[in-house]
């Protein structure tokens, strides 16, 4: 035997490992559904089945960034438009505005930029958005120098407080924005993105406060657009990342440390008053509902009304003014001490009555005759609603009834003996308490009878004249 042959005697018994026993039918069957539930999922909330390719992504996104001639023109034109209908309180003419708004482009370069590494794209973005702002801005301050109106409305005022939510607004459309840029077929999405985001007017409300001396409103419209520049470019970010296109590397692994903690703390800095803001929003909101109920609950008395009343959240009072039999000092102290039942310890509660010579005469009659000419107003406004919905049902009514002094014309022509005719529309009521289709009722007083055969031939003639399908004759003498 050759050395490179062996005994197979010599050669040890492999060792039998022992199968695993197989799974339940219960386990198997969870496990496929659940395959089948997580594919069927995965394919239902794809982005990638419709998505353009990396090259037409990026082409699209470069081409959105250039920011010269046309664009220029159509923002600055945009801009006096928002800010006309930021001037006459008009939401119509503002959502306009905002639809031919070309902003959104130079944002998505700058997140598209970071996101693929390109600091040349994100410094070509950073010029074209600050030569959109600064071309904004004027453009609004030099309308609104010239427009005779001057007064902040509630469109225009809307836009000098950002909060967290406006900060969820931006990050979410944002999303909506990339996600619909990245597609291959283009959608309606990018308007509508534009719209809810409001890039333009807090740019308009900007050039409001530079042309009123209105410091405030400048801060707090240009920090709203911050907010929305910012959240945008990060929902790109954050899309991009997902999609991961080619990226550029980065030459030092530092560097790229360094660019992700800048956006970090620029994300960071931008939230954060955002959130101080929208806290103080949410707490005066609550303040008030506890005030109005604590007055809804306690300040209920049988020959003393409640003539004004404001809440102040910023001083924590509750100014009310009563008029009619004075209220007592012990009953107004316990009042006072009920403040704590609905969480206004703090609060200060502050009650003028009748002859209390605190109380603003002049004021107190302005609000009882504002309060007689809304009511007034509304009650006239219910009658005209009820008016024309009577005038509207009486003239449904009328255009149901057959034209009955043509048809009786017509059926004296050729029956003379008729006296007197009586047409009527109206639902049959059957035994059970149901109704029928409603049917023409046709009553005439003759004074000679009228064969049965005639008869039919005036109720077909009825029918085919009146396009009822139902005619019920009748026929008596006088």
Request: proline letters at 5%; one cysteine or more.
């Amino acid at each position: 035997m050759s050395k490179a042959e062996k005994d197979p005697k010599e050669e040890p018994a492999p060792e039998i490992q022992p199968e695993a026993p197989p799974a339940p039918p219960e386990k198997r069957s969870a496990r496929s559904l659940g395959r089948h539930l997580r594919a069927a999922l995965a394919h239902q909330f794809s982005v990638r089945d419709d998505q353009a390719g990396y090259a037409e992504i990026d082409s699209n996104i470069r081409e959105m960034v250039e920011f010269r001639g046309t664009r220029l023109w159509v923002l600055m034109f945009a801009i006096v438009v928002a800010s006309i209908g930021l001037n006459v309180n008009s939401t119509a003419v503002i959502i306009g505005a905002m639809l031919i708004s070309p902003l959104m482009g130079p944002i998505m370069g700058i997140g598209y930029g970071i996101g693929i590494n390109d600091f040349e794209l994100i410094k070509k973005s950073f010029k074209s958005i600050s030569i959109a702002v600064v071309i904004s801005i004027l453009s609004a301050t030099l309308y609104f120098l010239i427009t005779p109106l001057s007064e902040a409305r509630s469109e225009l005022l809307a836009r000098t407080t950002p909060t967290l939510w406006d900060v969820l607004i931006a990050l979410f459309g944002g999303l909506a924005g990339i996600l619909a840029t990245t597609r291959k077929e283009k959608s309606d999405v990018i308007p509508g993105v534009a719209i809810a985001t409001a890039l333009m007017p807090p740019l308009c409300t900007a050039g409001y406060g530079l042309a009123t001396g209105h410091l405030s409103y400048f801060f707090g419209a240009f920090y709203l657009f911050f907010i929305n520049l910012v959240f945008i470019a990060l929902a790109t970010v954050l899309f991009i990342g997902y999609l991961n296109p080619p990226h550029k590397r980065f030459v030092d692994a530092a560097m790229e440390s360094k660019v992700r903690n800048y956006i970090v703390i620029l994300v960071l800095a931008t939230v954060i008053p955002s959130v101080y803001l929208a806290y103080n929003m949410v707490t005066d909101v609550a303040f008030k509902s506890r005030a109005n109920e604590f007055i809804n609950n306690e300040l209920t008395f049988d020959n003393t009304l409640i003539t004004h009343q404001t809440i102040e959240p910023n001083t924590r009072t509750i100014d009310i003014t009563l008029v009619g039999d004075q209220i007592g000092k012990e009953q107004l102290a316990s009042i006072q001490k009920h403040l704590q039942n609905y969480n206004l310890g703090n609060a200060r509660l502050v009650i003028h009555q009748s002859g209390d010579k605190k109380i603003d005469l002049a004021s107190l009659k302005t609000n009882l005759l504002s309060d007689l000419y809304s009511t007034s107003q509304k009650a006239g406004e219910e009658k005209e609603k009820r008016i024309q919905q009577l005038e509207s049902e009486l003239a449904k009514v009328k255009a149901e009834q057959p034209d009955g002094q043509s048809i009786v014309q017509e059926l004296r022509t050729q029956y003379p003996i008729l006296q007197q005719v009586v047409l009527a529309k109206a639902p049959v009521w059957l035994a059970d308490g149901s109704t029928r289709e409603t049917e023409l009722l046709a009553y005439l007083i003759v004074s000679k009878p009228i064969p049965a055969s005639d008869q039919k031939k005036i109720v077909a003639w009825l029918k085919v004249r009146t396009k009822m399908e139902h005619v019920r004759l009748i026929v008596a003498k006088p």
